[in-house]
């Protein structure tokens, strides 16, 4: 994969003052303000391109009927939320299309920000889309958002070192994942057996989250969103599991300060067994200029891709959902020019394009099953097994409350500065409070 996307891949996967006028805090101001035809979509950095190239594709079939601008928004995706949240709590209208993170859709409708889709994304429409991408969009019985790519943690392996060490397969729990961690690095001298996420960030909640549900155990209950459901035997061992990475010697004392980088910094040094992490360190690989010492006509043999391990053998297993999707502002005048925009990003053809050129996965399952694609998008099958295992993080209109708690405690625990138990007994009743405290309704 060309640097370029694989950069822009890595870029794509985490209250202010009033505005005056339809001028942005950012000082953001549509080149074609005023027009009826003129659109705005928002979304972060486009390194590659293949965004801005998109649109000026969409614009160009238009015939100027419909004209999209593209607005570029922080890299940070806390940064880029508390623009727009600003922005909605201003009532001035500057976005009408939003490229939202998964996370974002709830607590957004909840505002009544968004505009339902339901007339416009039918079941019909939907009946290719992996579930857990598509339920990210629901609220109160309501579809406020579009799937527009999916990401997945993944347990990246050396096979090569492992096939070396006479061991067939990659762990499929965590248990195996230790001890073929140990005795692989310490016969080639690796410093680590195994690095991810572990620091006191959204990344850090995702890795907690996966650690739970590997565990057999919830935190939302699946039948009723406004119950958390964390403190169970099944999710203290997941969080057991997270703690014994780094207790067990497994996992630097460092893991706790992790992201993704970092972790993908150790393993394109060839100094760790496994890494846990999203899709888009694939092309990482290859790259020389990210630093990596694998020789790019060889890693993708030495190097695979699989399912995260589970506590206990036979469990199902989980990702955790990461990704971005299309929203319509509820504000906005243009909201059908703006589901114009939404459907042509949703093309075959435009799909494909950012799967190729963005190493975006899509998050309908025929994609996946298409070998021409493939061929040219090797990820897709890389990729394939963990994107259908996917499960969200809460789908919460204060998300970001129990976020930040989450981010506490799953890194404390990592830190082993509280005990598993200590710590689904704090998110339980601090989760639970911020649930029935805000939740309006609470069939979410």
């Known amino acids: 994969m060309p640097r370029r996307d694989f950069l822009k891949a890595a870029g ?27 659109l705005v979509f928002s979304f972060g950095p486009d390194d590659s391109g293949v965004v801005q190239a998109v649109i000026d594709m969409f614009n160009k ?53 968004l505009e339902p889709l339901d007339e416009l994304f039918t079941e019909e429409m939907q009946s290719d889309y992996i579930s857990a991408p598509l339920d990210t969009g629901r609220y109160n019985d309501k579809i406020y958002s579009v799937p527009w790519y999916a990401d997945a943690g993944m347990l990246y392996y050396r ?15 965590w248990e195996e994942l230790y001890d073929i961690g140990a ?33 057999g155990g919830e935190i939302q209950d699946p039948k009723d969103l406004a119950k958390i459901v964390i403190d169970s035997p099944e999710a203290m061992a997941g ?19 992790f992201k993704e980088l970092e972790s993908l910094t150790v393993f394109l040094n060839q100094d760790a067994v496994f890494m846990r992490n999203w899709p888009f360190a694939y092309g990482g690989l290859a790259d020389p200029a990210l630093g990596t010492t694998f020789d790019p006509k060889k890693v993708y043999e030495q190097v695979l891709v699989t399912t995260l391990p589970v506590t206990e053998a036979g469990q199902e297993n989980f990702a955790c959902l990461g990704g971005w999707t299309f929203a319509i502002n509820a504000l906005s ?47 897709l099958e890389v990729a394939k097994d963990a994107i259908a295992s996917t499960k969200p993080r809460p789908i919460h209109p204060y998300y970001s409350d129990m976020s930040l708690r989450m981010a506490e405690s799953f890194n404390e625990n990592i830190k082993s500065e509280i005990s598993p138990q200590q710590a689904i007994s704090t998110l339980q009743t601090q989760m639970q409070r911020i649930a029935d405290t805000n939740v309006p309704n609470p069939n979410i």
């Open 12 to 38: 794509a996967g985490v209250a202010g003052t009033a505005l005056l006028g339809s001028t942005a805090c950012d000082g953001f101001t549509p080149a074609v303000e005023g027009t009826s035809n003129s």
């Open 61 to 113: 079939k238009m015939g100027g009927k419909i004209t999209v601008e593209y607005r570029e928004m922080p890299a940070d995706t806390g940064q880029y939320f508390d623009k727009l949240r600003t922005e909605f709590q201003s009532g001035v209208v500057v976005n009408d299309v939003i490229g939202a993170d998964v996370i974002w859709p709830a607590q957004l409708a909840a505002n009544g920000w």
């Open 159 to 173: 096979k090569d070192l492992l096939d070396k060490n006479g061991i067939k397969s990659p762990p499929k729990t």
């Open 183 to 215: 005795k692989v690095a310490g016969a080639e001298g690796l410093g680590y057996g195994y690095v991810g996420q572990g620091a006191e960030y959204e990344g850090g909640v995702c890795n907690g989250c996966e650690f739970v549900w590997n565990g």
């Open 239 to 257: 969080l057991e599991a997270g703690q014994k990475v780094v207790s067990s010697g497994v996992a630097p004392v460092a893991f706790a300060t």
């Open 333 to 379: 005048s243009k909201k059908e020019q703006a589901w114009e925009f939404i459907k042509f990003m949703i093309t075959p053809e435009i799909r494909e394009t950012f799967t190729i050129d963005r190493a975006a996965m899509p998050p309908e399952r025929s994609f996946y099953e298409d070998k021409k694609l493939i061929k040219e998008q090797p990820l």
